[in-house]
């Protein structure tokens, strides 16, 4: 199993961006996958949940309305769009599949047993 994240770099606030995490050894589709975030000198933060289906999301409060995560089966490929970032977004951003995830409003527990080597994304104002 192996996730592998794509797509950072820098980027101006207010601008876009778009996040990419390639799966390989596993049936992508059947895995909830979670985007966490880890902002220099901070610890861990989950960004957002989406269900190996597909049909459920979940946003931290810091992101909601401005990110959105989806998935594409097809491609075995997760992604992050995010829309007018701002400075303290700025972060190296990981991938992982998520076990025994509990989710509400914005909240998701769990724990993530796969995950990517991180992409950095730096928002500049």
């Known amino acids: 199993v192996k996730v592998t994240e794509s797509g950072g770099g820098s980027v101006q606030a207010g601008g876009s961006m778009r996040l990419s995490c390639a799966a390989s050894?596993?049936?992508?589709?059947?895995?909830?996958m979670s985007w966490i975030r880890q902002a220099p000198g901070k610890g861990l933060e989950w960004v957002s949940f989406i269900n190996g289906g597909g049909v459920n999301t979940y946003y931290a409060d810091s992101v909601e309305g401005r990110f959105t995560i989806s998935g594409d089966n097809a491609n075995n490929t997760l992604h992050l769009q995010m829309n007018n970032p701002r400075a303290d977004d700025t972060a190296v951003y990981y991938c992982?599949?998520?076990?025994?995830?509990?989710?509400?409003?914005?909240?998701?527990?769990?724990?993530?047993?796969?995950w990517g080597q991180g992409t950095q994304v730096t928002v500049s104002s």
């Open positions: 050894g596993f049936v992508f589709g059947t895995y909830d």
């Open positions: 992982a599949t998520q076990r025994s995830p509990y989710c509400s409003g914005s909240y998701c527990a769990g724990w993530y047993e796969y």
